[in-house]
């Protein structure tokens, strides 16, 4: 599973459209939000630093849920954008909660634990878990 890092606006009207969880590392406007749903009209999850994630206006918010697009808080841990525009979620991750879920363990554990172990944000977690991707 992989998230696409952006880190300026101008960027926005480079995506491809198909693009479907995407990591804003700028302080986005209105705007730059709305760009984005239109670039990326598959979009459904915009995740954010925390401290950008607490600016975002409350119509955005209800535009994004409106929209069914998720807007999470969350980091993109070591990823280095000049090496790779992509942040790869390890499939060992994936894989540890495909197996917590078979394990009958229930979805606030497995945020948890998984959240813990791999500072991947327990929103994403909870994502992932809705999703069931395969790596």
């Given amino acids: 599973m992989k998230i696409r890092v952006v880190s300026s606006r101008e960027e ?3 995506l491809n459209p198909n693009e479907r969880i995407v990591h804003l590392a700028f302080r986005p406007s209105n705007k730059d939000i709305f760009s984005l749903v239109e670039n990326c009209p598959k979009i459904e999850v915009i995740q954010l630093p925390k401290s950008y994630r607490r600016t975002v206006s409350k119509s955005i918010e209800m ?3 409106m929209q069914r697009i998720q ?3 969350g980091d993109v841990w070591g990823h280095r954008k000049d090496i790779n525009e992509y942040y ?3 499939s060992s991750i ?3 909660i495909k197996e ?3 394990e009958g363990k229930s979805t606030e554990a497995i945020e948890e634990k998984v959240s813990r172990e791999s500072k991947l944000n327990p929103e994403m977690v909870a994502y992932i878990l809705r999703k069931d991707v395969t790596a």
Avoid: A, S
């Fill in 94 to 96: 994936i894989e540890e």
């Fill in 63 to 65: 535009f994004l849920e």
């Fill in 100 to 102: 917590l879920k078979i």
């Fill in 71 to 73: 807007l999470i808080e």
């Fill in 12 to 14: 926005i009207f480079t």
């Fill in 88 to 90: 790869r979620i390890p």
